[in-house]
T-cell receptor, first 114, second 114 residues
C-alpha cells in the first residue's frame, strides 16, 4: 500500500508528558499537511510543508506544538507538556504543489490525554 | 477568510432513498469546493471537487454535487443510498492561493437504515 501512513494509530498519555507522531506521505508528494479533529467537529488546519520548509502555521499551533519535515519526506508532530484539551485525532495529508487542490489523508493518530 | 456551514448534523434515511447533504460557504474570494467522506476509524477520502466549469460535479460511489454561486452552496446528493454509505461527510473549501489549505465544515452523519 503506497498511501499516507501515520504512527502510532492510538496514543494514551498523562497530562504533562511529551508525545511525538509520525507521518509518512506518498513518496513523490512534496506537500504535507497536518490537521486536528476534535470529537464532533471537522478537521482544522495546523500547518503545512513544501519539501522541508514549513510555510504556514495556524494560530491553533501553540508554542507547545512543533512540526518538522527534515528531509522533505516524513514529518513529525511533537506536543510538549500535553494538556487534556490536546485530546483529538491528528490527521496528516500529502499532495503535490502542482496539484495543490487534491490532498490524500492518512488514517490519523488518536491522542487521549488523561 | 473562509467558513463552511453544514446545515444538518445528522441525516437519517432509509436504504434506496435519495439523500441531500447541505453545505453553505462564506468567502470574500473565489474558492474551490470539496466533499470528503470519513468511515469509522479511517482517514478522509475525497468524494468530489469543484474547481471550475460545469456546476454539476460527479464523484465516486454515485454521489454528485451542484455548485450554486448565488446561494454560496455546494449540496451533495445521491439518488439511492446503500447501507455502506453510512459515514461522516465533510464539506470543505480552499482559496485559490496555492497553499491548498482546507477549511472544513462540522460534518454531517449520514445514517442509512435498512
Amino acid at each position: 500500500d503506497t498511501g499516507v501512513s501515520q504512527d502510532p494509530r492510538h496514543k494514551i498519555t498523562k497530562r504533562g508528558q511529551n508525545v511525538t507522531f509520525r507521518c509518512d506521505p506518498i513518496s513523490e508528494h512534496n506537500r504535507l499537511y497536518w490537521y486536528r479533529q476534535t470529537l464532533g467537529q471537522g478537521p482544522e488546519f495546523l500547518t503545512y510543508f513544501q519539501n522541508e520548509a514549513q510555510l504556514e502555521k495556524s494560530r491553533l499551533l501553540s508554542d507547545r506544538f512543533s512540526a518538522e519535515r527534515p528531509k522533505g519526506s516524513f514529518s513529525t508532530l511533537e506536543i510538549q507538556r500535553t494538556e487534556q484539551g490536546d485530546s483529538a485525532m491528528y490527521l496528516c495529508a500529502s499532495g503535490l504543489r502542482e496539484a495543490y487542490n487534491e490532498q490524500f489523508f492518512g488514517p490519523g493518530t488518536r491522542l487521549t490525554v488523561l | 477568510a473562509q467558513s463552511v456551514t453544514q446545515l444538518d448534523s445528522q441525516v437519517p434515511v432509509f436504504e434506496e432513498a435519495p439523500v441531500e447533504l447541505r453545505c453553505n460557504y462564506s468567502s470574500s474570494v473565489s474558492v474551490y469546493l470539496f466533499w470528503y467522506v470519513q468511515y469509522p476509524n479511517q482517514g478522509l477520502q475525497l468524494l468530489l471537487k469543484y474547481l471550475s466549469g460545469s456546476t454539476l460535479v460527479k464523484g465516486i460511489n454515485g454521489f454528485e454535487a451542484e455548485f450554486n454561486k448565488s446561494q454560496t452552496s455546494f449540496h451533495l446528493r445521491k439518488p439511492s443510498v446503500h447501507i455502506s454509505d453510512t459515514a461522516e461527510y465533510f464539506c470543505a473549501v480552499s482559496d485559490r492561493s496555492n497553499t491548498g489549505k482546507l477549511i472544513f465544515g462540522q460534518g454531517t452523519t449520514l445514517q442509512v437504515k435498512p
